[in-house]
């Protein structure tokens, strides 16, 4: 087929692979199958081919399967499951060597590294003769700046030389690996994958981002037999770095060009240079010897935006012409932007395959079961989760809705939810983190609309409990994910009346509805039950009934105070329930009743929810009083599972757009009495926490009896973090609306007159 005539849009297949990295920190080796538990679980690979992806990237590292040699190398492991994807008829893109520099007795700087990767290739292609893709190395280039120019990983260089010996012996080893691979199999295609991004920058950093957006095809050129005496890189490498002349010279001489060229592309991937670094923290302020410039993402500082997954891949494509695929698509986020992302890139993709007869071959859902601690760049084992295709925090993996989206792609090319009406983040204004920056040519980006308004024809949520702290913090964070919806007082909409619901839903055509109303004052509710049984029971019902007929979905809360508090341990879902007192029965029979009418629905328990939005929950009341240099009396034998409010809405809105059913726990981790809590949150602020009166719950006098342990966890996975890091949240959300006030009292304007 000639250069540029339209290819059919339904060649583009689906792809998918699992985040594999095994790298080393000093004399750690940081594993992620064994982090997301896939290292044990064969059965995950039948979820995988469920999802319809003609192609799996897999791994069958060398450092797992032969750390201390081939000799005494373990192949059980990759044997067991090759052979389960042969059965399934999954065509695995085989790595060898995913973001890591080999067992300990070598490394990425080691002279022989080439051929020892290279003689673990051939053992695996003798093994596996069927096996016809590989990878011997992910992303040589990003490896070695990681590895030898920014110190993150083994052999932490921070300079041009160990970067450069780095990337050279990399792409050596590529070269040497295939040859080994095709003595066993001629047919074998080589796929290799590079992160490919692209540097912007001020007039006067011009030279540098051009050196740059050199530098990011590197790899590429010189397994292609590019870099020659005329090639742009050629006295950076061989004057700057002191590689060899001969060494480059045998690239030339023995090209490896890939079969297929793996994209993987990730919003942080392109970037802005700017000398005017008081516009930015000190944190992010570097330089070259020539100029002090920061490095920041493109996305949070350029107002036209970035050049995108589509202009990117047709760069690539005109300076190779050779096939490419999208070889990763993940971004941690939340949920309807990890949507918003894949289907940009899968429609970027499959347009410039349709339109623009690019040779572009598959898109890959990566981190099929997310990712760990990428956060950190994979420099420190903190527990930072992102969830991909499934998430595994529950012991199993559990499909979200990217799940759903692929597995639509596969089968039709198309996919369809209501999150996807909005924009991601990366095409609205509030992306900007400093001021912004032009660079040419000028893209078109998408404003951000005003708090609680519908965006176009975009199907909204609605939120009614419009003046409660957790309808208000609904609110606030669609308005944050861009998700469009309605919040609504009881006056728009009384949920435990039938007809005020139907007007509503009729109105707006709602896609689901988060009930965040009811009747919360639990002592009042011992002399007002008939009121809190309305609100809170039949109010809930008769949402669950209006959406059951209209085909929305429904999320609604409940609250530990559907135990009794005699199990001695943490509570789980499916523990039965027995309230104490008349909120709680209302709560239970809230469960009860919609559970009937709406099986569909999904019901959040949660627990003495704290945020930093509302001045009246209790520890903002306790810092207050703390603060004050006053008193805080509080229980000492009760005991729950403090719940952050931000973490509570987020994780609630994923599991809403997962399709999620049923009752789930949402608390965060940790289990501590009233007082210990606030003593706990005194500490942490600085304040005295020997002002904090710890008594016991008979002698507050509360009207209605309390739990005694009401700590909630779950049987469906742990979804919100540890009660510390919520609470350092907490704390520094708190500080800067302390400061954002005082500046708008004037404090700010003081400092500027006098300067």
Request: hydrophobic share 40%; aromatic share 8%; glycine share 8%.
């Amino acid at each position: 087929m000639s250069r540029g005539a339209p290819l059919p849009a339904s060649a583009l297949e689906l792809w998918a692979g699992v985040e594999c990295t095994v790298n080393r920190v000093r004399d750690n080796f940081y594993d992620q199958l064994e982090r997301n538990g896939h290292a044990g679980r064969i059965e995950d690979l039948d979820l995988f081919a469920g999802l319809g992806a003609r192609a799996l990237r897999y791994p069958v590292l060398w450092e797992r399967t032969a750390p201390e040699g081939l000799e005494r190398a373990d192949w059980s492991w990759p044997d067991a499951r090759l052979a389960r994807l042969r059965e399934l008829g999954v065509r695995p893109i085989v790595g060898l060597l995913h973001h890591g520099s080999g067992p300990r007795h070598t490394s990425l700087v080691d002279p022989a590294f080439p051929e020892k990767l290279a003689e673990y290739a051939h053992a695996v292609a003798e093994r596996y003769p069927w096996v016809d893709a590989y990878t011997p190395v992910n992303e040589p280039l990003t490896t070695a700046r990681f590895s030898g120019l920014y110190g993150h990983w083994y052999p932490h260089g921070r300079d041009n030389a160990t970067f450069a010996r780095a990337l050279v012996g990399q792409c050596r080893a590529t070269a040497l690996a295939m040859r080994a691979i095709r003595e066993s199999n001629p047919r074998a295609q080589l796929v290799q994958t590079e992160d490919l991004g692209k540097t912007f920058s001020t007039r006067t950093l011009h030279y540098q981002a051009e050196f740059e957006n050199t530098r990011r095809w590197a790899s590429l050129d010189l397994l292609c037999g590019r870099v020659t005496r005329e090639h742009a890189l050629w006295d950076y490498f061989t004057r700057v770095c002191g590689i060899g002349e001969a060494e480059l010279e045998w690239f030339a001489a023995n090209p490896c060009p890939p079969d297929i060229i793996g994209i993987n592309h990730y919003l942080t991937s392109e970037r802005f240079l700017d000398e005017r670094v008081g516009r930015y923290p000190d944190r992010a302020v570097g330089g070259n010897g020539q100029h002090r410039y920061v490095d920041v993402e493109a996305v949070r500082v350029c107002a036209e935006g970035t050049a995108g997954p589509r202009v990117l891949l047709r760069e690539a494509w005109e300076r190779y012409e050779i096939p490419l695929a999208v070889t990763e698509v993940h971004l941690g986020c939340t949920r309807e932007e990890q949507l918003r992302w894949f289907k940009e890139v899968w429609d970027a993709a499959r347009t410039l395959r349709r339109d623009d007869g690019v040779d572009l071959r598959a898109v890959t859902a990566w981190s099929l079961l997310g990712a760990f601690d990428w956060c950190s760049l994979l420099t420190r084992c903190t527990g930072k989760y992102e969830p991909g295709v499934f998430d595994v925090r529950g012991g199993s993996p559990r499909p979200t809705a990217l799940a759903r989206m692929i597995g639509d792609l596969s089968a039709t090319g198309e996919h369809e939810h209501p999150a996807l009406d909005s924009p991601g983040w990366w095409r609205r204004l509030e992306r900007l983190q400093y001021p912004p920056a032009r660079r040419q040519p000028a893209m078109k980006t998408t404003t951000k609309r005003g708090l609680d308004m519908r965006r176009g024809d975009a199907r909204p949520l609605i939120i009614n409990g419009a003046t409660g702290t957790l309808g208000r913090a609904f609110a606030r964070l669609c308005d944050l994910r861009g998700l469009p919806y309605r919040l609504l007082t009881r006056a728009e909409m009384d949920i435990a009346d039938a007809r005020s619901v139907e007007h509503a839903l009729a109105e707006f055509e709602p896609w689901a509805v988060v009930n965040t109303a009811g009747y919360v004052r639990v002592d009042d509710a011992e002399r007002e039950a008939e009121k809190c049984m309305r609100e809170n029971a039949e109010g809930a019902a008769t949402l669950a009934e209006a959406c059951a007929r209209r085909g929305a979905a429904l999320l609604t809360f409940s609250s530990d105070l559907v135990f009794d508090g005699t199990k001695g341990s943490p509570y789980v879902e499916s523990d039965e329930v027995s309230p104490l007192n008349v909120y709680g029965r209302s709560k239970a029979e809230a469960e009860r009743r919609v559970s009937e009418l709406l099986p569909s629905a999904l019901v959040v328990r949660t627990s003495a929810f704290f945020g930093p939005w509302d001045e009246y929950n209790f520890i903002t009341l306790a810092l207050a009083a703390l603060g004050e240099g006053r008193e805080f009396v509080a229980a000492s034998d009760l005991i729950v599972s403090p719940t952050y409010v931000p973490d509570l809405v987020n994780a609630s809105l994923d599991l809403l757009i997962d399709g999620e059913r049923g009752i789930w726990h949402l608390a965060n981790e940790g289990a501590l009495s009233w007082a210990e809590l606030a003593r706990r949150a005194a500490r942490l602020a600085g304040f005295d926490a020997n002002l904090v009166e710890a008594r016991p719950a008979a002698s507050l006098k509360f009207a209605a009896p309390r739990s005694p342990y009401g700590v909630l966890a779950s049987e469906r996975g742990q979804l919100l973090p540890s009660l510390e890091d919520a609470l350092g949240r907490y704390l520094n959300e708190r500080e800067t609306r302390v400061a954002a006030l005082s500046m708008a009292a004037g404090g700010g304007g003081l400092q500027e007159r006098a300067g």
